[in-house]
């Protein structure tokens, strides 16, 4: 245990206890007001998160391994309790219980899987097992891939369809991750064998390209949106979180690539 486990912990915790509070305001804004037991469990979440959250800010580098290791392993139950509440949620809309309920079994479903994400990053630094940077490069493409494609569809289904051309943009976008998503899964299944340095290093290129203008025009859309310039049933917030989560994969993809291509290939490890 060491001051990168507790920075790298920190900021994992910093990012994605803010992405599950707003699940949280999400998932309840699309309740019906009849549903008020599942509207409490999500205020609840809320402030779960929202506590989280800032005493994730107040630690800082010097704090203890072992008081980080706790708070994570805290963090980790909280985790999986709204994992667990956003499946309850995702079945219940499957099974037509909340019938005229506006949220996308979708996006609830796509909101679980980053719940889930969070929460094996917390066993992986808790367990000090982090992926080796090749497995690594593989994984959290294949997983942020398909957040972004999910991100895409979300926003065309959310935009009014009277927004033609940013409708077609977004269909535009949700194929061309589709394909991104099919590349990686075709690389992961290759694997060992397609983790050599020049093939990941191009896949992480070809990604970039593409996140990085999927990351634009969900910039310009949550600028248009805070504006009151378009047309849309997209929350302000919503629009944000998303370009966040995209901002987040290009930081990732930044630093996979300084890592695999400043150090030898037998020293990469992804720390
Ligand atoms: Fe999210
Ligand atoms: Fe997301």
């Known amino acids: 245990m060491s001051n ?45 998160f929202e506590a ?11 704090t203890d391994p072992q008081t980080i290791q706790r708070f994570n392993v ?41 719940a889930f994400y969070f929460r094996n990053r917390l066993e992986q630094l808790n367990a000090g097992n982090l992926d080796p940077l090749p497995d690594a490069i593989i994984n959290e493409n294949v997983f942020f891939l398909r957040i972004m494609a999910d991100h895409a569809k979300f926003i065309g289904h959310l935009l009014d369809p009277s927004e033609r051309k940013l409708v077609d943009q977004a269909r535009n976008f949700s194929d061309e991750f589709d394909q991104l998503l099919f590349q990686a899964r075709d690389l992961d299944s290759m694997r060992p064998q397609s983790q050599t340095v020049p093939l990941l290093d191009q896949f992480l290129d070809e990604n970039r390209v593409s996140v990085k203008s999927l990351r634009d025009f969900k910039k310009t859309a949550r600028d248009l949106i805070e504006a009151c310039r378009i047309k849309s049933i997209i929350h302000p917030l919503l629009a944000d979180h998303v370009y966040r989560e995209a901002e ?24």
């Open 4 to 48: 990168g486990f507790v920075v790298r912990s920190l900021d994992e915790i910093r990012f994605w206890s803010r992405i599950m509070k707003e699940h949280s305001l999400f998932l309840r804004l699309g309740f019906r007001c009849e549903d008020t037991q599942l509207i409490n469990e999500a205020n609840h979440f809320y402030s779960t």
């Open 52 to 62: 989280i959250e800032s005493r994730a800010h107040a630690f800082d580098a010097a």
């Open 74 to 114: 805290e963090v980790h139950t909280a985790v999986s309790h709204i994992w667990g509440f956003k499946r309850k949620v995702l079945g219940l809309i499957l099974q037509c219980q909340l019938p005229g309920q506006n949220n996308f079994p979708l996006l609830v479903d796509h909101t679980s899987r980053e």
């Open 248 to 271: 987040r994969f290009l930081l990732i993809i930044d630093m996979f690539e300084n890592t695999l291509t400043g150090t030898p290939v037998q020293h990469i490890h992804f720390d």
